[in-house]
């Protein structure tokens, strides 16, 4: 199939047709992304916010005329600047010892909430979803209008975030 035609499809809701393009564009886009937020995690998310963006405007662009990358870059640099953040000090490297080991549960408790807290919004959303009131990856996909998969990767994405975050506040 072209590029052309895997648009026209995409745009008629054909859920093969837009696998292709997403595992075509995403990285490319993530790394756009990359270079604005300095963030592994908000690139990943502005790429995919992107890339959904962009299927949902689909049925209303011209699919002969569109160039789907361009399009799509367009719309990876838009959501990357609104996820732009200043990172203050590198992650420190996680290590494979537990980084909670030893800590009061009062303490523990006070370091996940914050911990939480710095998630970005979609992430801190999921993981309470999925971990804290335990639903079903495909209720949580029907909420955020995502497909399960992708919520796979929106939590993967959270729980290293929240491990990150906890590993660099260790006492």
Do not use: W
């Not at 049925?59 to 870059?73: E, I, S």
């Not at 009061?104 to 309470?128: G, K, S, T």
């Amino acid at each position: 199939m072209t590029e052309t035609e895997l648009v026209r499809a995409a745009a008629a809701r054909d859920p093969q047709a837009m696998t292709v393009l997403y595992r075509t564009h995403f990285d490319p886009l993530r790394r756009r992304a990359l270079a604005i937020t300095g963030c592994p995690e908000d690139a990943a998310d502005a790429a995919q916010d992107a890339l959904l963006a962009t299927f949902d405007r689909l049925p209303q662009l011209d699919a002969d005329a569109l160039q789907f990358g361009a399009y799509a870059t367009t719309a990876a640099r838009h959501h990357a600047f609104k996820r732009r953040r200043v990172i203050a000090e590198p992650v420190e490297e996680i290590s494979d010892e537990d980084p909670l080991a030893g800590l009061e549960r009062e303490e523990l408790q006070r370091r996940v909430r914050d911990a939480i807290r710095e998630l970005p919004e979609r992430q801190r959303r999921v993981i309470f979803r999925a971990d804290f009131e335990e639903l079903p990856r495909d209720e949580i996909a029907k909420e955020f209008g995502l497909t399960e998969n992708a919520i796979g990767q929106l939590l993967f994405r959270a729980r290293r975030n929240l491990q990150s975050t906890l590993a660099t506040t260790r006492a």
